[in-house]
């Protein structure tokens, strides 16, 4: 189970912090990542972790911007956001992806578990 927190609205410029803990699950060789979709547009990949490896991944938009963080105590992980954007408004989602290849990690397809989703609204 994902759950998914700290959305919220801010405005551009703010910054705001995601939380994302899973439950009833090892992590081990699995990824954890967030996505979002805006209204009208397809979910998007925005960062992502393999949990072993600690390796992180971002999309272009975001980088320098965000930073994903893991508590591997909590089995949480965490999108630290900044600089945000009125673009940035969207559903988060995080996600959970069993065995995945650096080349997969941010493809839609590779999770199988998915969070609830929290709603970000970054006004201009």
């Known amino acids: 189970q994902l759950q998914a927190s700290g959305g919220g609205w801010v405005q551009a410029g703010d910054s705001l912090r995601l939380s994302c803990a899973a439950s009833?699950?090892?992590?081990?060789?699995?990824?954890m990542g967030w996505f979002r979709q805006a209204p009208g547009k397809e979910r998007e990949f925005v960062a992502g972790?393999?949990?072993?490896?600690?390796?992180?991944f971002y999309a272009d938009s975001v980088k320098g911007r965000f930073t994903l963080l893991r508590d591997r105590a909590k089995n949480t992980v965490y999108l630290q956001m900044s600089s945000l954007k009125p673009e940035d408004t969207a559903v988060y989602y995080c996600?959970?992806?069993?065995?995945?290849?650096?080349?997969?990690?941010?493809?839609?397809?590779?999770?199988?578990?998915w969070g609830q989703g929290t709603l970000v609204t970054v006004s201009s």
């Open positions: 996600a959970t992806a069993p065995r995945v290849i650096n080349s997969s990690v941010g493809r839609l397809s590779s999770y199988d578990e």
């Open positions: 972790i393999k949990w072993s490896a600690g390796t992180i």
């Open positions: 009833g699950r090892t992590l081990s060789g699995s990824a």
